[in-house]
């Protein structure tokens, strides 16, 4: 189900994706519920609006054109929410794929996602779980603008994290799960 405004604006980019063109999703004061939300090929904008039990998928490899575009956006260009909804196979990447934004996760599950220049730097994060690789990103416990990220009971145990994963400005690491012989520190 889904209320709100969702659509496909012709002022969002469509570049030219094996034949085919990203298209543009976009998602603004738009309120989704229990709706299976495929990201391949997709540009994903989303402002002011709140996912509940919805289930974003992407393709295991993403596919590139040849001026190098994949599928990619932000689940938060402005404040979005999201509660008990599942990401399997998202590609967190600052360019190239998808950033968290402006965005606030409960509840939700991370399942078998590429974390590879994923930077969360204003996202929130509510009792998620995390299972699956994670390499090649930065958390933040406090937005460049000074936020205080609203950050606690995480689940990183069912996690594979690699050694390029950093944990910075004030992550509350004593708040989270973690896997065992991991110890996370603050790298700032």
């Not at 990183?156 to 708040?175: C, H, I, K, Q, Y």
Request: proline share 5%; net charge negative; aromatic share 14%.
């Amino acid at each position: 189900m889904i209320t709100g405004t969702v659509s496909s604006p012709d002022s969002l980019p469509t570049p030219t994706i094996a034949g085919a063109s990203l298209q543009a999703l976009y998602f603004f004061r738009a309120a989704v519920r229990d709706t299976e939300i495929a990201l391949n090929d997709t540009h994903l904008s989303v402002e002011w609006s709140e996912f509940d039990g919805c289930h974003f998928r992407q393709r295991a490899r993403p596919v590139l054109n040849e001026e190098g575009f994949a599928a990619q956006g932000s689940f938060g260009n402005s404040p979005a929410v999201y509660r008990e909804c599942t990401f399997e196979r998202v590609r967190f990447k600052q360019l190239g794929g998808f950033s968290m934004g402006q965005a606030r996760f409960e509840t939700c599950n991370f399942v078998n996602c590429r974390w590879e220049g994923n930077f969360a730097y204003q996202a929130d994060l509510i009792d998620n779980t995390f299972v699956g690789r994670m390499n090649g990103c930065v958390w933040f416990g406090q937005s460049p603008t000074g936020r205080r990220n609203v950050i606690h009971g995480n689940d990183f145990s069912a996690a594979t994290l690699g050694d390029n994963v950093a944990w910075r400005g004030d992550f509350p690491l004593e708040d989270q799960r973690w896997p065992a012989c991991f110890t996370p520190l603050v790298d700032d």
